[in-house]
């Protein structure tokens, strides 16, 4: 009969040889991830005291503040413009500072730079730096130098966007073709002639993804610098809640949950075009000449009128901004002798046992909040992706409720759970979960979206269960960019949590808003170095992790 | 030999939105035959293919795997089924980051209850059936490996000793070797040849190339725009009578 058929053959060897796998460094590395991330949650519990009790009766205490904050009362809608406004050309005026100045740290930064050895680890260093600080920690120096206002915000963005566009911008200029530039130096271009006409071309369409992406999280960021009194929408919400006025509050709230909801839905627009653009737009380039063009003339076509007028526009926008910041001369000449004194109030840097201990609690309430919310994520996003969902109609709902959480920023979470709950990590810690956890569901849901179906399907056509063939045919795939992903995620949750301080939410950050206010600037700049330790080691153990992970 | 036939289509039609890519066709497969199934892109080879599994359901007709009706089976009986006909895919459908072993012994899943993960979490006796058929498939040597550091040849041979382990009573093999070179395309098609003769499994594998169906198979079935127009033994054929068919959908195509 057919059903004998696995014996029919005698086995080949009597002797199978090894059926253990060899240990590997993966399996030690994923097994020491794993530990180290339960390890560190249950720390963070720990430390701030959460129990299922102790939550329980801080989501009742959010319940009832949320019934205090009804009815929102909106401000006047001309008031709303105004706000409105602001925190737009805030973030268009520092996106733009920031590219004029990414472009030449970039060029130097990159490994394919070769001017003098010193000068590229300079410009890694400031890239390193300026990514490592948040924008809010930004704004509240430079609200002290420059005085309060959209100014001290653009800055502040644009110094801490410096890093990132310089950054990718960098490895973008490290993977463009080298021969062309070759080409040039052998015609006897100089090193700037063979940057702007050889690379530069060549990564413009890289560095305007770039920029449209940094714009998105500056237009989100820029809602909430008026926190610190850096301009925007964000000074009528501190104004609001310092005053007791939840109504009023909520109604802000509201504003700029409908404005980041907007936004986001602009992007994507534009990201969808940009990407139907790039595959129909190949073929201009081999039209034939018109007739009757001088030869020497490039002439004019719908493209290029495009293109033209796009740039155009896009500066006078950007020159407006910066008009609108109103950087009159007088403020200016002041804040030199403000800069000058927080430089030199700088050195030296002075550590202390506090201060660690609050760099302490920052790194603990981001790592645990990365924790749970990556696991809190997984199960979102299984339930989310095409590929894993048990049923589509509560994808869709599930996708559309993460849209909205994510918009909202943290530090609005934050001020949200302070008002509620009172000061501390605990209320921190609710906001970065918050947080992480969309933030993780959408990173995940995107990636499981990306593996090779193939070996689910084999499984299933081999009679595998539902679950089986999950964990066989797709969990294996998803492991390197579930671990990637996690550690991307605690590496953004390290620099938020920071930011929460500044709402009173536990961490570093209230210590640093001290220190600018009470002028002791060795401080803060001890507490910013202590920042980018922190910040580079993660990242660092991040990269380390996905190399051996892969 | 004798007996009920491992597969019998009867007139089984299946269309999608409206078109239709099969069209009454008729199949009987005795066990431990080797069926070559041949026909230009679009005649309908992995429809074909998938109804007998149950992964398509016919519009028409009935199928009859190994006695069952996959289109009316039960969720599990389909689960019981599906364990007892091995599919082998052009694309391997492979996991590249996991060892040669732990996707070979992914073919005993329907034979357990929970989900695994890791080589460890199978039982003993399924790793030692598992090196077994490595062995068989000349890549016991390579149990450890990184299925994505292997060669396609390699590949579809690890896939081949993963429907071994099902212990099938048929295999189903979508083009096998379109994406082989002809080297590693004899060897593969040479030990599903092998299997069948040896294990008395029936095999029905579709392929592109004439020369392999008429070099492997005991016989060829031809489909053209969904219907099936020629079932001869391939002994008495010939490549040219094979040419001609797809040569005539070239010429009604264009
Ligand atoms: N799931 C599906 N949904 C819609 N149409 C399908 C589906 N599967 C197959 N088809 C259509 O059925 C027709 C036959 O497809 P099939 O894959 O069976 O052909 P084939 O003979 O295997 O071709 P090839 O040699 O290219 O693999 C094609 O026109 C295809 O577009
Ligand atoms: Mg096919």
Redesign the pocket.
Known sequence: MVSTTSTRHAPAEANPGPLRPPWSARAFIAAGLLGAAVAVTWLTFWWIGLSPASLAAGLGDTARLLARMWPPDLPGAGDVARMIAETLLIAVAGTGLAVLASVPLAFTAARTHRGPRWLRSAARVVVVLTRAVPTLAFAILFVRIFGLGPLAGALAVAVHSVGMIAKMLADAVEEADPVPAEAARACGAREAQVAVSTVLPRVFPALTAIVLYRLDINLRTSAVLGVVGAGGIGVALQTALGSLNYHRAAGIICVIVVLVLLLELLSVAIRRRTRAGRSAGDTTGTAALPAGRAPHDVGWDRGRALRVGGAVATGVVFLVSLWSLNPDPGRLSGAWTNLSAVLTGMWPPAFSGELLMAVLESLLMALGAAAAGAACGLVLALLTAVNTTPWRPLSAVVRVLLVVVRGIPDLVYALLFVAALGLGPFAGFLALWISCTALAAKFFADSLEQLDPLPHEALTAAGARRWQAFAAGIWPQFVPSFTGNGLFVADLAMRESVVLGIAGAGGVGYLMQESIATLRYDTTAAIVIAIAVVVYAIETLARIARRHLL | MIGAPVLRLSEVGK???G?T??DDVSLDVPQGQFVALV????????????LVNGM?VPDRGTVRTLGENPAACSRSRLRALRARVGFVF?QFGLVGRLSALENVLMGSLATLRLPRYGVMSYPRALRVRAVEHLDRVGLADQRFQRCDTLSGGQQQRVAVARTLLQSPELILA??PV?SLDPAASVLVLEILKRISAEDGISVVC?L?QIEFALATADRVVA?RG?RLVLDEPAAGLTADRLRAIYDAAGARDG
């Open positions: 269309g999608f939105h078109t890519v099969l026909g230009p892109s679009g005649a309908g080879k992995s429809t074909l293919l998938r398509y052009q979508d083009e379109a579709s592109h489909l969904g």
